[in-house]
Structure formats: structure tokens, C-alpha cells
């Protein structure tokens, strides 16, 4: 792996174009709910800085899980990642939306984003379940 491809969270950085353009459109704060992140390593002497909500952690547009392009992430805090569970950014929103949850206009705006980017730089957001590109 070539140097400096390695994420501030020990985490293997794949293209981190789109992660460099949501930064540039929403800012340093997390991109789903507006809070402030914490980038970098936790310290050892605090085991439980690794649970922190507000941890920065990479969150997929369509989790891979789910068949979702690896290479499509960006940087969000670890509490609206792991909110955002199975689900692709865009029908999040609309649970949040549902639900009543004030993330829901911010997380639209943030798939819209995403489905624009990776239709402009031909970047499939999903595979198909053969691994073919959809």
C-alpha cells in the first residue's frame, strides 16, 4: 500500500476523493447530524474512547454489507453511523424523516451529494451480488 494511504483511525484508506468532497461541502463536522468529530487514534489510557459517539469513523453510502462500492465513504461520527445501520444514506433519510428526527433534511442533502459525485466521476455506488459493477 503506498504511504499515506493509511485513514487517521487505522483504517485502509481505498480513494478518499469523496470523503475530500463532503468535507469541502459540509465542513469538518459530521455530515449527517452537524456535530463536532474526534479524528485520530484514542488514547490508550481511556479504553472507552473507542465507544465515543462522537468519534469519526468512515461510514459507506450503501453499507458494504449490503453490497455497497467499498471506495464510496466518507467520514461520519461513529453515533450516526451506527445509526445508519444496513441502510443506504438516502433511505435513512427517510426513516429519519418518519421518524421525526431533525438529520433527515441534512442526510437527504448529503445523498443527494453522494448520488451527483459518483454519477459525475463514474463511480458505481453499488455492486451487483456477483461482484459485477450495477
Known amino acids: 500500500m503506498p504511504s499515506g494511504d493509511e485513514g487517521t483511525i487505522g483504517l485502509r484508506v481505498f480513494h478518499k476523493e ?6 469541502a461541502k459540509f465542513g469538518t463536522r459530521c455530515p449527517c447530524c452537524g456535530d463536532a468529530m474526534l ?9 472507552t474512547a473507542q465507544n465515543r459517539r462522537d468519534r469519526a469513523s468512515v461510514a459507506h453510502d450503501v453499507p458494504v454489507s449490503m453490497g455497497g462500492n467499498a471506495e464510496v ?15 443506504s ?14 438529520r433527515a433534511e441534512r442526510v437527504g442533502r448529503l445523498a443527494a451529494f ?8 463514474g463511480v458505481p455506488r453499488r455492486f451487483s451480488r456477483r461482484g459485477n459493477r450495477a
Open 89 to 102: 444514506f438516502l433511505s435513512w433519510s427517510c426513516r429519519l424523516a418518519l421518524d421525526g428526527d431533525g
Open 39 to 47: 479524528h485520530g487514534r484514542p488514547r490508550k489510557k481511556n479504553a
Open 114 to 121: 453522494i448520488e451527483a459525485w459518483t454519477a459525475a466521476h
Open 18 to 23: 469523496l470523503a475530500e468532497a463532503v468535507t
Open 73 to 87: 465513504w466518507l467520514w461520519a461520527c461513529r453515533g450516526c453511523n451506527s445509526d445508519q445501520g444496513a441502510m
